[in-house]
């Protein structure tokens, strides 16, 4: 068996290369509620770099105009972040194929943490894993806040509300706290 990668080493070689996981993961229709998800398709140990939540960096100007054109359906994959003292957002709005943007929110018990992590100067967006997680478990993380519909909403069988996968926000001000370990730098590879 090769050694292990380390997991900052792994995020880089997927953040470079523009890559999901796709032998690790994979993306599943949970129900007309939820929409998509993604699963591990096979076991992930405490720590390891998960998914990248991939998408167009634009500042916080260009974030304010296109939230104002974009139909609310689509400004919920806009996830604002500090880096260097300014506000950046990445922009995931697009279908593009890849797995970050169609990560869950869980509040109560994520299993992975969003990172700021740096290649090249540029800070990215990574998921880690908080624990380890066995195979088939969804893949989760707290988008942070507390506004979000989804948190108390009960669904039932009775219940005549379809929500789209593309309705359902990945985090506008989620949490990118450095607990429980720091944002990653060149220098810790």
């Known amino acids: 068996m090769p050694p292990r990668i380390s997991p900052l080493r792994d995020a880089i ?76 957002c990445i922009d ?35 998921l880690f894993a908080l624990n380890d997680i066995k195979e088939g478990e969804e893949i989760v993380y707290d988008y942070g806040g507390d506004d979000y519909p989804w948190r108390t909403q009960t669904t039932s069988a009775t219940s005549h509300a379809v929500v789209g996968d593309s309705d359902l926000p990945q985090p506008s001000q989620a949490q990118t706290s450095d607990s429980p370990g720091p944002d990653y730098s060149p220098e810790q590879v």
């Open 92 to 126: 995931a709005s697009r279908e593009d194929g890849s797995f970050g943007r169609l990560v869950n929110d869980d509040h109560r018990h994520p299993n992975c943490k969003m990172k700021k992590i740096d290649v090249d100067g540029k800070p990215h967006l990574c």
């Open 13 to 88: 070689e997927h953040v470079v290369s523009k890559t999901d996981k796709t032998s690790k993961l994979e993306v599943k229709y949970i129900n007309a509620v939820k929409g998509r998800g993604v699963f591990a398709k096979s076991s992930i140990c405490k720590g390891d770099f998960l998914v990248e939540y991939r998408g167009d960096m634009i500042n916080e100007a260009e974030s304010q105009r296109r939230r104002n054109i974009y139909h609310p359906s689509c400004t919920v994959f806009m996830f604002d972040f500090k880096w260097k003292g300014k506000l950046w």
